[in-house]
């Protein structure tokens, strides 16, 4: 079956660590997205990547870092200067051209212990 | 900042009635609008998409786009209970989809 896989479902970080998500598609789509989600809020664009090797900033991309070296991945690592990393990720991916649907994973629960 | 707003609710509808959404979008250059479900916990799911003025209808759901009022809305026709969920509008910002942040939609028996 085709679609978005994000692990794990669930992820716990303690003060100070980094952490990385994961994303995998098999759809291949060109473009792929992380956003973040906090209780009650829209979704907030995180990072994008339209092509392999290469990557732009979203909305609130500090504390975040990312790296697109196949077009299938596009993991997320939340690193220690993310300030408040408790959220629901959603990584999303789309073909690239504008005007087509994306589509999500099932998401990834960070929460700081 | 391209803005897309929508009522939070709850907005609260008995079973069989005619829900009734609405997203309204700042960025006037913007050509692609999206309809999202999302229950609670889960991820969004995509239920329509529409780039014309007019309607779009699919099965028991029709998106509405006006981009002179830069208005897009979705109608539900007989709502059902497992229609309850948040429901996210979406404009494609030239790179990335900006979402509102929801109407919240509950389906009463």
């Known amino acids: 079956d085709g679609g978005i896989t994000q692990s794990p479902k669930y992820l716990f970080r303690k003060e100070g660590q980094n952490v990385t998500l994961s994303c995998e598609q098999n759809?291949?789509?060109?473009?792929m997205y992380w956003y973040r989600q906090d209780p009650g809020q829209g979704l907030r664009l995180i990072y994008y990547?339209?092509?392999?090797?290469?990557?732009q900033k979203g909305d609130i991309a500090e504390g975040y870092s990312v790296s697109r070296e196949k077009k299938e991945s596009f993991p997320l690592t939340v690193t220690s200067a993310q300030k408040n990393p408790t959220a629901f990720y959603l990584c999303?991916?789309?073909?690239?051209?504008?005007?087509?649907?994306?589509?999500f994973g099932q998401g990834t629960r960070l929460t700081v212990v | 900042q391209k803005e897309v707003e929508q009522n939070s609710g709850p907005l609260s509808v008995p079973e069989g009635a005619i829900a009734s959404l609405n997203c309204t979008y700042s960025d006037r250059g913007s050509q692609s609008f999206f309809w999202y479900r999302q229950y609670s916990g889960k991820s969004p799911e995509l239920i329509m998409s529409?780039?014309?003025?007019g309607d779009k209808e699919d099965g028991r759901f029709t998106a509405q786009l006006n981009k002179a009022s830069q208005y897009v809305s979705l109608l539900i026709r007989d709502s059902q209970p497992s229609d309850s969920a948040t429901y996210l509008c979406a404009v494609h910002s030239g790179y990335a989809l900006n979402f509102g942040k929801g109407t919240s939609l509950l389906v009463t028996p």
């Open positions: 990547s339209q092509i392999v090797n290469d990557f």
């Open positions: 999303a991916s789309s073909t690239w051209g504008g005007s087509t649907e994306a589509f």
């Open positions: 759809l291949n789509h060109d473009a």
């Open positions: 529409i780039y014309s003025n």
